[in-house]
């Protein structure tokens, strides 16, 4: 029998601390860290307003790394005593934020336990909760990192401050530290910036509206910020929330007895003034300030916001060369002067303006821009999203899905996978180009819209052709094939082929109707440069960027990564590629005003509906570029409505094209650039295997030939506008039996002026069939470049396209 030792009379209690043991251990960790607790209470510093005012330039360097610009170090501060700020601005912080301040210690603990636990989780974090807090962070200007260390530090120096510091100071500081927007720091610098009137002068209106920028001056600030959200912080929709909010904190001033409800009676919403002009940043230089600072805000992350950047101290390398953007600015002036002439022609040469972007195809350089004459004259940068619609600059990103997707089986439902599409080849592929053909859906019934009005596509110039390849199609830019050839594919591929190439979905038509080929859609000059540029990369898509690097310090803050991808095939886009090139190389293609000497060119015109812009962006292997032109009244206070306005006469011209002044500027500009650079061919276009396909009810019989007809350069479309007019047209009404605004099938017979309309139904009854470009308005304080110039004062204006 087996002698197994018996247990412990203990057992297992013998490896269970005693609890005097465990009240000993529990004591002292608790004294430990009271003791931490203490040194910690002890070592910080009650912060200093006057410190906390002090910073420095941005530097922001050309491409080379001499300097372009140096501005943020004049920032607009200036300390002012509780006495100098009225009780209504103290009041209407408290109504908004912290009702409990003049009672609370200064802390929030929930508010502080969130914040810990999201940062724990590596979530976002949050400001403090009250104004206490938020006076620290402001002042805690050394350490802007959001880490575990620099919130408990804050939390300490808040518990300080809050037993230490009277409120009033407290709330002078907080009032002197915080920002509002446009550079101003501080309640004074926010009075004059805003009102032009010292902060004791403000009214409770005023006090509150200044509050409400508090909750973030890009949202609030009425002069918008699209550069940081080219959506969401329009003027208007800043308008209405700083409107809305100014409202709720008056309304929260009188439940808080701060305001007598007799008084708020009287109060309304007070508009603040334009953002202030900067001398500094004259001609093209305040565009391309604002244009990185855009890209800053928006690709670093938590790194560096605004507030931060406006703070200095930053050294910002461009990708910007000097060279060329004075040789794109002097392309652009030369046929300005030359051709246009306000005095001249008052009515027909005024408000035109001209936009421009170059982007290396192998980097995603931005190189150069062309935002306007003058950036503290004119603010909207129109190297960014203006509005203007690109017509038929489009059709590449068309025929680039229809050779990567392929059409669709008729036999088969609407969505198709690759196993029943056809690749497509623009050379075997023929479509009927008809003028005015009825447009019909992939399975050959007739696209309807939802009046259950069909809709027949006019060419340029009432033109007819014979059934004709695609190749043919985009050199004489014929619109019924293209529209055609973008039903069968399927709208939402043709979309995604655009996006894919770099255009931003933000900037595309939603609508899912034949003119969606187009070009109904208002891409900036930035994205249509590089969206080219992918085709000039042989497939390989980089976004736009304008900032390589970002030191502070002598350390380096943001470096730029490449993030190449291929979302088409080498042989797709050396196939369009080398449709474009017959765009420009052949005498019949209405690009062939751009050509080069001795170097390939691909390239496509493109003219939008009632005349109102006209593009051409090409490209070679090593830059891509995009010029636009259109006429728009930049000028709010001329009372007009804010809409493209027609080009017909301008310069000179009859109509104006883009194989016109676009072209022109372009070839000007890149016989320049290109000029030191060695002479680069394109890869040649691979073949496709793909196998003949008639399209749009083409014959497979006859070749395709031209019809007698002279074709011109690629003339408006009388493509209806999809794009709403933020501003109704005041165009004469066609008869009341035919409202193409309402009735797409209206240019069917013509029924407008001169026998059916210019250029194949402009004017279609006299309404410019359907809107034109939708008169996406362009307001002195929208898009890129952060509707406040540089920190606001340069009033520069633009959108996301960085």
Not at 79 to 87: A, L, T, W, Y
Not at 358 to 379: L, N, Q, R
Request: with cysteine; charged share 25%; net charge neutral.
């Amino acid at each position: 029998m087996i002698d197994y030792p018996r247990h412990n009379k203990y057992g297992w209690r013998r490896w269970v601390p005693s609890w005097k043991l465990v009240t000993g251990l529990c004591l002292g960790f608790v004294g430990s860290l009271m003791a931490a607790a203490t040194i910690a209470y002890a070592m910080v510093e009650v912060p200093d307003p006057q410190k906390a005012a002090k910073a420095q330039n941005n530097v922001y360097y050309w491409d080379d790394g001499t300097q372009m610009a140096a501005t943020g170090g004049e920032i607009n501060r200036q300390i002012v005593g509780i006495d100098q700020i009225p009780e209504a601005m103290q009041n209407a912080v408290i109504s908004a934020e912290n009702k409990t301040f003049w009672d609370d210690s200064g802390i929030d603990p929930k508010g502080i336990s969130r914040a810990l636990l999201n940062m724990a989780k590596g979530g976002q974090t949050q400001g403090g909760s009250t104004i206490t807090q938020q006076y620290v962070k402001n002042a805690h200007l050394g350490d802007q990192s959001q880490t575990m260390s620099r919130k408990f530090k804050e939390l300490f120096i808040s518990i300080r401050v809050g037993t230490d510091v009277d409120k009033a100071d407290i709330m002078a500081g907080y009032l002197n530290t915080s920002y509002y927007g446009r550079g101003a720091y501080g309640i004074q610098a926010a009075a004059r910036t805003y009102y032009g009137k010292d902060a004791k002068k403000l009214s409770a209106s005023e006090c509150a509206f200044l509050a409400s920028l508090l909750k973030g001056a890009t949202y609030f600030d009425p002069a918008g910020s699209v550069d940081i959200d080219p959506k969401g912080a329009t003027p208007e929709a800043n308008t209405k929330r700083a409107t809305e909010r100014t409202n709720w904190i008056l309304d929260e001033m009188v439940k808080d007895k701060h305001l007598a409800a007799a008084e708020r009676a009287k109060l309304k919403f007070e508009m603040p003034k334009k953002p202030v002009k900067n001398a500094a940043l004259s001609g093209q230089v305040g565009y391309l300030v604002a244009l990185a600072k855009s890209y800053v805000i928006n690709n670093t992350g938590e790194g560096i916001d605004e507030k931060k950047l406006a703070q200095g101290g930053y050294e910002i390398h461009t990708t910007f060369n000097k060279k060329k953007v004075d040789q794109l600015a002097a392309a652009v002036k030369k046929v300005q002067d030359k051709n246009i002439d306000p005095k001249k022609r008052p009515t027909l040469d005024t408000f035109v303006q001209f936009g421009g972007a170059s982007v290396e195809p192998k980097t995603g350089k931005i190189v150069a821009i062309y935002g306007g004459e003058d950036a503290t004259k004119h603010f909207t940068n129109n190297a960014d999203q203006t509005g203007a619609q690109v017509g038929s600059t489009f059709k590449p990103f068309v025929l680039a899905a229809a050779m990567r997707d392929g059409v669709r089986d008729p036999e088969q439902g609407e969505e198709q996978g690759a196993d029943t599409r056809t690749t497509i080849d623009p050379d075997k592929t023929v479509y009927n180009a008809q003028n005015k053909l009825t447009i019909k859906k992939y399975d050959g019934s007739v696209w309807k819209d939802e009046k259950g009005k069909e809709w027949r596509q006019p060419n340029d110039g009432d033109q007819s052709y014979k059934d004709i390849t695609l190749r043919e199609a985009m050199m004489h830019s014929a619109n019924s094939p293209f529209v055609q050839l973008g039903m069968d594919v399927g709208i939402p591929k043709v979309r995604k082929a655009a996006m894919d190439a770099g255009l931003l979905e933000s900037s595309l038509s939603e609508a899912n109707v034949p003119a969606f080929s187009l070009g109904i859609s208002d891409p900036s000059a930035i994205r249509m440069a590089s969206s080219y540029g992918t085709f000039a990369a042989n497939g390989e898509q980089r976004d736009p960027y304008s900032v390589s690097k970002i030191d502070q310090g002598g350390e380096n803050r943001f470096t730029h990564e490449d993030a190449a991808k291929q979302p088409f095939t080498t042989q797709v886009a050396s196939n369009v590629t080398d449709v474009l090139k017959s765009v420009v190389q052949e005498d019949e293609g209405t690009g062939n005003n751009a050509r080069l000497p001795n170097r390939q060119v691909a390239g496509k015109t493109g003219t939008t509906d009632g005349n109102r812009s006209a593009w051409f962006v090409g490209y070679t292997p090593q830059l891509s570029t995009a010029i636009d032109m259109y006429r728009l009244d930049d000028n709010e206070k001329s009372g007009k409505p804010r809409e493209f306005q027609k080009m017909f006469g301008t310069g000179g011209q009859k109509k104006i094209h883009g194989a016109s002044f676009p072209s022109e500027i372009w070839q000007t500009y890149m016989s320049e650039a290109l000029k030191d650079l060695p002479i680069q061919n394109f890869p040649k276009a691979e073949p496709l295997d793909a196998d003949p396909y008639f399209g749009g009810g083409a014959s497979a019989s006859p070749k395709p030939t031209q019809s007698e007809t002279e074709p011109a350069e690629d003339l408006p479309s009388s493509t209806p506008s999809i794009t709403p007019s933020l501003t109704p047209s005041k165009s004469p009404k066609p008869s009341e039996s035919c409202n193409p605004l309402e009735d797409w099938s209206c240019n069917v017979n013509g029924g407008g002026n001169n026998g059916g309309g210019d250029s194949g139904g402009t004017d279609n009854g006299g309404t410019d069939s359907g809107g034109t470009t939708g008169g996406v308005t362009a307001s002195p304080s929208s898009s890129d470049t952060n509707g406040n110039g540089e920190n606001g004062n340069g009033g520069i204006i633009g959108g996301p396209d960085n």
